[in-house]
Protein backbone atom coordinates (compact mmCIF):
# COMPACT_ATOMS: atom_id res chain seq x y z
CA UNK A 1 0.00 0.00 0.00
CA UNK A 2 1.93 3.57 -1.36
CA UNK A 3 1.48 6.51 1.14
CA UNK A 4 -1.25 8.06 -1.06
CA UNK A 5 -3.45 4.77 -0.02
CA UNK A 6 -2.90 5.14 3.23
CA UNK A 7 -3.63 8.38 3.67
CA UNK A 8 -6.92 8.32 1.95
CA UNK A 9 -7.91 5.61 3.95
CA UNK A 10 -6.92 7.40 7.32
CA UNK A 11 -8.36 10.24 6.49
CA UNK A 12 -11.72 8.15 4.97
CA UNK A 13 -11.63 7.11 8.49
CA UNK A 14 -11.41 10.23 10.66
CA UNK A 15 -14.41 11.76 8.30
CA UNK A 16 -16.44 8.59 9.10
CA UNK A 17 -15.57 8.49 13.04
CA UNK A 18 -16.45 12.43 12.80
CA UNK A 19 -20.13 11.00 11.17
CA UNK A 20 -20.52 8.64 13.54
CA UNK A 21 -19.77 11.02 17.05
CA UNK A 22 -22.13 13.84 15.69
CA UNK A 23 -25.09 11.50 14.41
CA UNK A 24 -24.41 9.52 17.77
CA UNK A 25 -24.48 12.36 19.75
CA UNK A 26 -27.91 14.11 18.43
CA UNK A 27 -29.38 10.98 19.01
CA UNK A 28 -28.07 10.32 22.24
CA UNK A 29 -29.35 13.95 23.20
CA UNK A 30 -32.73 13.64 21.47
CA UNK A 31 -33.35 9.92 22.98
CA UNK A 32 -32.65 11.15 26.51
CA UNK A 33 -35.37 14.32 25.85
CA UNK A 34 -37.95 12.37 24.42
CA UNK A 35 -37.56 8.91 26.77
CA UNK A 36 -37.97 12.08 30.05
CA UNK A 37 -39.93 14.64 28.63
CA UNK A 38 -42.86 13.22 26.59
CA UNK A 39 -44.45 11.36 29.28
CA UNK A 40 -44.24 14.75 31.38
CA UNK A 41 -46.21 16.14 28.86
CA UNK A 42 -49.79 16.37 28.79
CA UNK A 43 -52.91 19.16 27.61
CA UNK A 44 -52.85 21.21 31.19
CA UNK A 45 -49.01 21.74 31.29
CA UNK A 46 -49.05 23.35 27.45
CA UNK A 47 -52.44 25.44 27.99
CA UNK A 48 -51.81 26.68 31.75
CA UNK A 49 -49.50 28.89 32.84
CA UNK A 50 -46.78 28.44 35.56
CA UNK A 51 -48.19 29.03 39.51
CA UNK A 52 -46.22 29.76 42.53
CA UNK A 53 -45.51 26.00 42.78
CA UNK A 54 -44.93 25.15 39.41
CA UNK A 55 -40.61 25.31 40.69
CA UNK A 56 -41.65 22.82 43.47
CA UNK A 57 -43.78 20.33 41.40
CA UNK A 58 -46.97 21.66 42.00
CA UNK A 59 -49.84 22.40 39.48
CA UNK A 60 -49.44 24.88 36.28
CA UNK A 61 -48.11 24.22 33.03
CA UNK A 62 -45.26 26.59 30.91
CA UNK A 63 -47.72 28.56 28.21
CA UNK A 64 -46.06 31.81 29.47
CA UNK A 65 -42.96 30.42 28.43
CA UNK A 66 -43.76 29.38 25.12
CA UNK A 67 -45.18 33.07 24.36
CA UNK A 68 -42.11 34.89 26.29
CA UNK A 69 -40.15 33.05 24.13
CA UNK A 70 -42.09 34.46 20.70
CA UNK A 71 -42.39 37.54 21.81
CA UNK A 72 -38.75 37.64 22.60
CA UNK A 73 -37.62 35.69 19.18
CA UNK A 74 -39.81 37.20 16.54
CA UNK A 75 -39.11 40.78 16.93
CA UNK A 76 -35.60 40.27 17.64
CA UNK A 77 -35.40 38.31 14.11
CA UNK A 78 -37.04 40.85 12.34
CA UNK A 79 -34.75 43.52 13.70
CA UNK A 80 -31.90 41.78 13.08
CA UNK A 81 -33.06 40.71 9.50
CA UNK A 82 -33.81 44.38 8.95
CA UNK A 83 -30.36 45.45 10.08
CA UNK A 84 -28.36 42.55 8.32
CA UNK A 85 -29.58 42.75 4.41
CA UNK A 86 -28.97 46.11 4.65
CA UNK A 87 -25.42 45.17 5.78
CA UNK A 88 -25.33 42.08 3.49
CA UNK A 89 -26.43 44.16 0.61
CA UNK A 90 -24.03 46.85 1.37
CA UNK A 91 -20.93 44.75 1.20
CA UNK A 92 -21.11 43.90 -2.15
CA UNK A 93 -18.19 45.08 -4.19
CA UNK A 94 -20.99 47.03 -5.95
CA UNK A 95 -21.11 49.27 -3.35
CA UNK A 96 -18.35 48.97 -1.07
CA UNK A 97 -14.49 48.66 -1.67
CA UNK A 98 -13.35 44.95 -0.80
CA UNK A 99 -10.89 45.91 1.67
CA UNK A 100 -13.35 47.73 3.74
CA UNK A 101 -15.94 45.02 3.21
CA UNK A 102 -13.72 42.22 4.34
CA UNK A 103 -12.61 44.14 7.75
CA UNK A 104 -16.58 44.64 8.71
CA UNK A 105 -16.82 40.83 7.18
CA UNK A 106 -13.82 40.13 10.37
CA UNK A 107 -15.62 42.06 12.36
CA UNK A 108 -19.02 40.20 12.05
CA UNK A 109 -17.02 36.51 12.44
CA UNK A 110 -15.77 38.16 15.53
CA UNK A 111 -19.37 39.04 16.76
CA UNK A 112 -21.15 35.52 15.45
CA UNK A 113 -18.51 33.76 17.93
CA UNK A 114 -18.73 36.33 21.16
CA UNK A 115 -20.41 34.02 23.87
CA UNK A 116 -23.97 35.20 24.16
CA UNK A 117 -23.17 35.98 27.72
CA UNK A 118 -21.26 39.27 26.82
CA UNK A 119 -24.85 40.37 24.91
CA UNK A 120 -26.39 39.69 28.43
CA UNK A 121 -24.39 41.55 30.50
CA UNK A 122 -23.94 44.30 28.02
CA UNK A 123 -27.81 44.85 28.22
CA UNK A 124 -27.77 44.12 32.02
CA UNK A 125 -25.15 47.03 32.02
CA UNK A 126 -27.46 49.69 30.24
CA UNK A 127 -30.27 48.44 32.54
CA UNK A 128 -28.31 49.45 35.67
CA UNK A 129 -26.58 52.49 34.01
CA UNK A 130 -30.73 53.81 33.86
CA UNK A 131 -31.81 52.69 36.70
CA UNK A 132 -34.10 49.89 35.97
CA UNK A 133 -34.27 46.70 38.18
CA UNK A 134 -35.19 43.55 37.43
CA UNK A 135 -36.09 41.72 33.93
CA UNK A 136 -37.41 43.67 30.46
CA UNK A 137 -38.88 42.02 27.65
CA UNK A 138 -37.11 45.33 25.88
CA UNK A 139 -34.16 44.59 26.51
CA UNK A 140 -34.44 40.96 26.18
CA UNK A 141 -34.91 41.29 22.59
CA UNK A 142 -32.23 43.65 22.18
CA UNK A 143 -30.05 41.34 23.36
CA UNK A 144 -31.06 38.44 20.99
CA UNK A 145 -30.73 41.15 18.33
CA UNK A 146 -27.60 41.31 19.01
CA UNK A 147 -26.86 38.08 18.96
CA UNK A 148 -28.77 37.43 15.70
CA UNK A 149 -27.46 40.33 13.71
CA UNK A 150 -24.00 38.34 12.64
CA UNK A 151 -25.21 34.94 12.00
CA UNK A 152 -27.86 36.76 9.24
CA UNK A 153 -26.27 39.13 8.34
CA UNK A 154 -23.34 36.12 6.88
CA UNK A 155 -25.18 34.42 6.12
CA UNK A 156 -27.06 36.47 3.80
CA UNK A 157 -24.12 37.95 2.60
CA UNK A 158 -22.67 34.37 1.48
CA UNK A 159 -25.51 33.64 -0.60
CA UNK A 160 -25.35 36.96 -2.27
CA UNK A 161 -22.21 36.55 -2.70
CA UNK A 162 -23.07 34.10 -4.89
CA UNK A 163 -25.18 35.52 -7.37
CA UNK A 164 -23.93 35.38 -10.75
CA UNK A 165 -21.89 38.98 -11.61
CA UNK A 166 -23.31 38.65 -15.45
CA UNK A 167 -26.96 38.55 -13.95
CA UNK A 168 -26.51 41.90 -11.98
CA UNK A 169 -24.27 43.53 -15.78
CA UNK A 170 -27.38 42.48 -17.43
CA UNK A 171 -29.75 44.54 -14.87
CA UNK A 172 -26.76 47.44 -15.28
CA UNK A 173 -27.15 47.23 -18.83
CA UNK A 174 -30.83 47.64 -19.02
CA UNK A 175 -30.56 50.49 -17.23
CA UNK A 176 -31.25 49.22 -13.63
CA UNK A 177 -29.87 51.65 -10.85
CA UNK A 178 -27.41 49.59 -8.14
CA UNK A 179 -30.06 49.77 -5.34
CA UNK A 180 -33.00 48.46 -7.39
CA UNK A 181 -30.79 45.69 -9.17
CA UNK A 182 -29.74 45.02 -5.44
CA UNK A 183 -33.31 45.13 -3.82
CA UNK A 184 -34.93 43.08 -7.34
CA UNK A 185 -32.68 41.07 -9.17
CA UNK A 186 -30.23 40.13 -6.24
CA UNK A 187 -32.27 39.92 -3.27
CA UNK A 188 -34.65 37.48 -5.67
CA UNK A 189 -31.75 35.28 -6.70
CA UNK A 190 -30.32 34.55 -2.97
CA UNK A 191 -33.76 34.47 -1.35
CA UNK A 192 -33.03 30.70 -0.75
CA UNK A 193 -30.14 31.42 1.38
CA UNK A 194 -31.73 34.44 3.11
CA UNK A 195 -34.78 32.28 4.55
CA UNK A 196 -32.18 30.12 5.52
CA UNK A 197 -30.23 32.27 7.59
CA UNK A 198 -33.01 34.32 9.01
CA UNK A 199 -34.54 30.97 10.31
CA UNK A 200 -31.36 29.94 11.15
CA UNK A 201 -31.10 33.38 13.03
CA UNK A 202 -34.50 32.65 14.72
CA UNK A 203 -33.73 29.41 15.67
CA UNK A 204 -30.37 30.61 17.52
CA UNK A 205 -32.59 32.85 18.97
CA UNK A 206 -35.65 31.36 20.60
CA UNK A 207 -33.14 28.23 22.03
CA UNK A 208 -30.55 30.71 23.57
CA UNK A 209 -30.74 31.07 27.22
CA UNK A 210 -27.30 32.90 28.24
CA UNK A 211 -27.97 36.18 27.06
CA UNK A 212 -31.73 36.85 28.07
CA UNK A 213 -30.79 35.15 31.30
CA UNK A 214 -30.01 38.12 32.97
CA UNK A 215 -32.29 40.30 31.22
CA UNK A 216 -35.76 39.09 30.82
CA UNK A 217 -36.16 38.17 34.67
CA UNK A 218 -39.31 35.61 35.00
CA UNK A 219 -43.09 35.61 35.73
CA UNK A 220 -45.87 33.46 35.67
CA UNK A 221 -47.87 35.94 33.84
CA UNK A 222 -47.88 36.57 30.25
CA UNK A 223 -45.80 40.02 29.66
CA UNK A 224 -48.53 43.42 29.03
CA UNK A 225 -45.86 46.04 28.29
CA UNK A 226 -42.20 45.44 27.10
CA UNK A 227 -41.05 46.06 30.28
CA UNK A 228 -42.42 43.75 31.93
CA UNK A 229 -40.88 40.55 32.89
CA UNK A 230 -41.46 37.24 31.06
CA UNK A 231 -40.92 33.86 31.08
CA UNK A 232 -38.97 32.06 28.26
CA UNK A 233 -38.56 28.31 27.46
CA UNK A 234 -34.72 27.90 28.00
CA UNK A 235 -34.26 30.08 31.17
CA UNK A 236 -37.29 28.17 32.48
CA UNK A 237 -35.60 25.14 31.55
CA UNK A 238 -32.04 26.38 33.16
CA UNK A 239 -34.34 26.96 36.93
CA UNK A 240 -36.37 23.72 36.18
CA UNK A 241 -33.23 21.45 36.20
CA UNK A 242 -31.59 23.02 39.01
CA UNK A 243 -33.83 21.90 41.56
CA UNK A 244 -33.27 18.48 43.34
CA UNK A 245 -36.56 17.16 42.87
CA UNK A 246 -36.86 14.87 40.33
CA UNK A 247 -40.16 15.62 39.28
CA UNK A 248 -39.38 19.21 38.77
CA UNK A 249 -36.52 17.76 36.39
CA UNK A 250 -39.18 16.00 34.16
CA UNK A 251 -41.22 19.10 33.80
CA UNK A 252 -37.60 20.53 32.41
CA UNK A 253 -37.32 17.59 30.45
CA UNK A 254 -40.64 18.44 29.14
CA UNK A 255 -39.98 22.09 28.37
CA UNK A 256 -36.25 20.81 26.54
CA UNK A 257 -38.91 18.33 24.54
CA UNK A 258 -40.92 21.09 23.17
CA UNK A 259 -38.46 23.54 22.86
CA UNK A 260 -36.73 20.60 19.98
CA UNK A 261 -39.80 20.78 18.58
CA UNK A 262 -39.92 24.04 17.77
CA UNK A 263 -36.34 23.76 16.55
CA UNK A 264 -37.13 20.78 14.49
CA UNK A 265 -40.01 22.49 13.15
CA UNK A 266 -37.87 25.49 11.90
CA UNK A 267 -35.87 23.14 10.55
CA UNK A 268 -38.74 21.57 8.15
CA UNK A 269 -39.99 25.12 7.25
CA UNK A 270 -36.59 26.03 5.91
CA UNK A 271 -36.01 23.32 3.96
CA UNK A 272 -39.45 23.56 2.80
CA UNK A 273 -39.15 27.93 1.87
CA UNK A 274 -35.63 26.98 0.48
CA UNK A 275 -36.83 24.41 -2.17
CA UNK A 276 -39.89 26.85 -3.38
CA UNK A 277 -38.02 29.90 -3.95
CA UNK A 278 -35.08 27.60 -5.54
CA UNK A 279 -37.67 27.60 -8.37
CA UNK A 280 -37.01 31.43 -9.16
CA UNK A 281 -33.31 30.68 -9.32
CA UNK A 282 -31.55 31.59 -12.92
CA UNK A 283 -28.76 28.75 -12.81
Known amino acids: MNRRNLEEKIFLGLMLASVFIVMGSLILIV ?3 VLNGAPSLSIEILTQTSEGGFYLGAGGGFLNAIVGSLLLALPATGLAFLIG ?6 LQKDFLKPGIANFIR ?3 DILWGVPSVVYGVFCLTI ?3 IGMTGGSLLFGIIALTLLEIPIITRSI ?5 MVPSGLKESAYSLGSSKFETAAKVVRRQAMPGIIAGVLLGFGRGIGDAASILLTVGDSNYFPSSISDQTAALPTMILNLVSMPDQVVQNKAY ?3 FVLL ?9 TRYLTKKSSKYIIK
Open 31 to 33: TVI
Open 85 to 90: IAIALY
Open 106 to 108: ICL
Open 127 to 129: MIA
Open 157 to 161: DESIK
Open 254 to 256: AVA
Open 261 to 269: MIVLLISII
